[in-house]
């Protein structure tokens, strides 16, 4: 019977004739725990792979200790695999038992030449690719070259947005809890890639982390794609962060900032009124600041500008109602429609002499009030509470003597 064994490690061993197998390994030394030997695949059953090292020594490698490989039976033609008489790296497990048998891994071989890689990838900052193996309370599991590996969620970028729970980003779970923190976004094996914070052989402690590897590469890309960036354009991004004066927004690999006063044509007090983290959505070209590596974003350039149609909506003499928003010491402005306020100046509020707004109105005052001036340039209208009370006075006058 022939197998075929097809494994993900891209070095592929050489295929030699069995017999001078067998004859170069006629003088190997005993099989030791803990060495790396190779022996000659012979046959397989329900209970794993059997190696022969010659000497009529035998080991080995059980179905749990091969995970690294696919075992196929059936087709011996597999591309990239092993068959009968191939060699295989393992390391023993056990020492020689009473019939000079061993026990073998090659997960375990595998894994030390992973930690011979890690080590190199940490002394010179390379990136590496891991799969995504499991899930627990603080962060993922990846599989790196055959090293088990620990992401903290703290160091991870994918879709990290959608993992929040609270304002802190943690996610609360209990301790017995077996969760995906990223339930329906990161899955298993999905690979990602990833930069080495710590690699211990001694302690089988590996900690990786995603947010330094993407750091990485969006720096390396920055130059790249802010020199494809024009003015006057238009892009689809992610908002990837809010502050007191804005919103970031990642436009494919650069972050670009739109500030609060370009977020909506009506007054924001804050960014989160307007966007939230995960958004996408589509942003105006500001500017683009090529040797600072800036970009200014806007997202009320997109949308119709209320002021463009005002005066057909509006004329000096309509008699409107206007909700009040703000006082101030020369008046009260009022909102008279969603991102259109207009001042009632103080001497307009009432008939008499005031000293101050808030004499006879306050914020939330729904008034009615007459458009006494329309300055479509500057955006300004000017309201009078004083002139509906003339104007309904001087009405009432007519149908007395009318």
């Known amino acids: 019977m022939e197998i075929c064994l097809t494994t993900s490690d891209s070095n592929q061993d050489v295929m030699m004739d069995m017999g001078e197998?067998?004859?170069?390994a006629a003088n190997l030394n005993p099989l030791k725990k803990g060495e790396i030997a190779r022996g000659v695949v012979m046959r397989v059953d329900s209970n794993g792979i059997y190696l022969?090292?010659?000497q009529k020594s035998e080991g080995l490698v059980p179905m749990d200790e091969m995970k690294s490989v696919k075992l196929n039976v059936e087709n011996k033609d597999v591309e990239g695999g092993l068959s009968i008489g191939e060699e295989v790296t393992v390391m023993v497990l056990s020492d020689a038992r009473y019939?000079?048998?061993?026990?073998?891994?090659?997960?375990?071989?595998?894994?030390?030449?992973?930690?011979v890689i890690?080590?190199?990838?940490?002394?010179?900052?390379?990136?590496?690719?891991?799969?995504?193996?499991?899930?627990?309370?603080?962060?993922?599991?990846?599989?790196?070259?055959?090293?088990?590996?620990?992401?903290?969620?703290?160091?991870?970028?994918?879709?990290?947005h959608n993992m929040q729970s609270d304002q802190n980003n943690k996610l609360e779970l209990n301790e017995s809890q077996d969760v995906d923190p990223q339930e329906g976004f990161l899955q298993k094996g999905d690979v990602l890639k990833l930069k080495v914070i710590e690699a211990d052989r001694s302690t089988n402690r590996s900690v990786l982390s995603e947010k330094l590897a993407y750091k990485e590469i969006r720096e390396a890309n920055k130059s790249r794609i802010?020199?494809?960036?024009?003015?006057?354009?238009?892009?689809?991004?992610?908002?990837?962060g809010l502050s007191k004066f804005g919103a970031f927004v990642d436009i494919?690999?650069?972050?670009?900032?739109?500030?609060?006063?370009?977020?909506?044509?009506?007054?924001?007090?804050?960014?989160?009124?307007?966007?939230?983290?995960?958004?996408?959505i589509e942003v105006y070209l500001l500017s683009v600041d090529k040797e600072n590596m800036r970009v200014g974003l806007s997202i009320k350039r997109l949308l119709a500008k209320p002021w463009d149609t005002i005066d057909v909506k509006y004329h000096v003499?309509?008699?409107?109602?206007?909700?009040?928003?703000?006082?101030?010491?020369f008046g009260a402005f009022a909102k008279i429609e969603e991102s259109i306020e207009?001042?009632?100046?103080?001497?307009?509020?009432?008939?008499?002499?005031?000293?101050?707004?808030?004499?006879?109105?306050?914020?939330?005052?729904?008034?009615?009030?007459?458009?006494?001036?329309?300055?479509?340039?500057?955006?300004?209208?000017?309201?009078?509470?004083?002139?509906?009370?003339?104007?309904?006075?001087?009405?009432?006058?007519?149908?007395?003597?009318?």
């Not at 900052?125 to 055959?146: A, R, W, Y």
């Not at 802010?226 to 990837?240: C, H, M």
């Open 52 to 54: 022969s090292f010659g």
């Open 342 to 402: 207009g001042l009632i100046h103080i001497s307009e509020l009432d008939q008499k002499v005031i000293k101050h707004p808030k004499e006879v109105v306050k914020e939330g005052d729904v008034l009615k009030v007459k458009v006494v001036s329309l300055d479509i340039e500057k955006e300004r209208i000017g309201l009078s509470v004083k002139q509906v009370d003339e104007y309904f006075e001087t009405e009432s006058q007519i149908d007395e003597f009318g």
């Open 21 to 24: 197998l067998l004859d170069g």
């Open 317 to 329: 003499g309509d008699l409107i109602e206007v909700t009040v928003t703000n006082l101030v010491e």
């Open 226 to 240: 802010i020199n494809e960036l024009n003015e006057g354009e238009s892009r689809q991004g992610t908002v990837s």
């Open 99 to 115: 019939d000079g048998s061993v026990l073998l891994s090659i997960d375990k071989a595998l894994a030390e030449s992973g930690w």
């Open 118 to 160: 890690l080590n190199d990838a940490l002394n010179a900052g390379d990136i590496l690719e891991g799969s995504v193996t499991n899930f627990n309370k603080g962060g993922v599991i990846v599989n790196v070259h055959g090293v088990d590996c620990f992401v903290p969620m703290s160091q991870l970028v994918s879709k990290i």
């Open 252 to 280: 494919g690999g650069i972050d670009g900032l739109v500030h609060i006063s370009e977020l909506s044509w009506s007054n924001v007090k804050s960014p989160s009124e307007v966007v939230s983290v995960g958004d996408s």
